[in-house]
């Protein structure tokens, strides 16, 4: 692979799929036009992996449960992977993974302690809606990278997240109490506005903000429909 | 592989590497004499891996740096995949994992409070410490479980460890500040004791208790000098 870190820090051009400004009507809406440098790519999502990491296994300690523990073990297993495939990356593409994540820690720490919920159920929902709305719009982010690195990045989000298993954990708890239902449905509410803000941050806009706004809209509505899902699997309104 | 969970809980007599009472000098000291059934080695080894997990995601949320994070990131996640390898085992041999982990945890547990350091230096030494000798232990004792489940095993163990990574992290730490040497020194000489019990308490003794400590202790001896070479690695005397 080439080495991305060496190059000075402009924008990477890759090749468009569509020009700019041609308004054709798509079926799959994109953001490879918002794409950032590889380098800040990786680091971003390198350091959201390790903090959806994080909360899985603060959620394995305090499980109320050996059952929960070992099954969210598995959560905790593939997100980690995940982590480490892409500073692999970052190695990889002639970069040292923590210079990379650096200058990413503190918006996302920040995130991580807006994110951080008031017992092991929320935050336990916050695994769940942060991971599977940011792995989703990473990979999605990833389309606009060079093809290399793009393959590679997709192949490390394809080998599948630990939703499954957060959303039996989560409806087993729902179900043995259903008063939880309208509380973890608020607080799934509440979490989507900052990971929006999280996924907006790693975008790179055009000098035409306007004509962004309007292309990156239909994204973040696709993002949204697939975070109404999964709330739907738990059986809450989002 | 056969049920071994539908069995009757006795002691599970598998094929002995040699007779009892024979005093024969051997090269490599062993414990096959007092392997546990299959069920209780594999909730056991299963839950004392999810323990180390836990220590080890609990490092990696307290880090001091990006780097530290990233780096015993690796640690963990061979440590997930063995546990998770465990409970499959578990699956595999016909039991439930939580059900099989249940009546250990409360040992493990309290082992766990018991050899919680007073900060993260500390922590990362019974890490460190505590996986090392347990991993060894485990391995050894699963030579004594039937001939399938023994090989499983070992390949399970098999995939290494993350104490290479642990090592750079704590030499660098007390290369960065020599008058750590002496407290994290003692404070490894303090958890071995609390380390052996835990190993001690899943082997199954015989009738003759006092031919079983002449035969025990070999091991242990072992055991202790390849946690003093550990010691010895971070240029700490154990």
Excluded at 38 to 52: D, K, N
Excluded at 59 to 76: E, F, L, Q
Aim: proline letters at 5%; hydrophobic letters at 45%; glycine letters at 6%.
């Amino acid at each position: 692979m080439a080495n991305w870190f060496s190059r000075t820090p402009r924008r990477v051009e890759v090749p468009r799929l569509r020009a700019r400004n041609e308004n054709q009507v798509t079926t799959k809406v994109d953001l490879v036009e918002f794409t950032p440098p590889l380098p800040e790519f990786l680091g971003r999502a390198a350091y959201v992996q390790l903090t959806i990491f994080e909360n899985l296994s603060r959620a394995i300690s305090s499980a109320p449960t050996v059952a929960a523990k070992t099954s969210i073990g598995r959560a905790a297993e593939l997100s980690i992977t995940k982590h480490r495939a892409l500073a692999d990356e970052i190695v990889e593409a002639g970069g040292a993974p923590a210079e990379t994540m650096e200058p990413f820690t503190g918006a996302i720490d920040e995130f991580e302690r807006m994110t951080h919920g008031g017992d092991w159920y929320e935050n336990l929902v916050t695994c769940y809606v942060t991971a599977g709305f940011l792995d989703d719009f990473f990979v999605r982010l990833a389309a606009g990278l060079p093809a290399e690195a793009a393959r590679h990045i997709a192949s490390i989000y394809a080998t599948g997240s630990g939703e499954q298993v957060l959303a039996e954990e989560l409806s087993a708890a729902i179900a043995a109490n259903p008063r939880l239902a309208s509380r973890l449905a608020m607080w799934g509410r509440r979490l989507v506005g900052d990971t929006m803000l999280v996924a907006r941050s790693a975008l790179h806009y055009t000098e035409d903000h306007k004509s962004d706004e309007a292309r990156i809209e239909p994204v973040f509505t696709e993002l949204i429909a697939a975070h109404t899902r999964r709330m739907d699997a738990l059986g809450l309104t989002a």
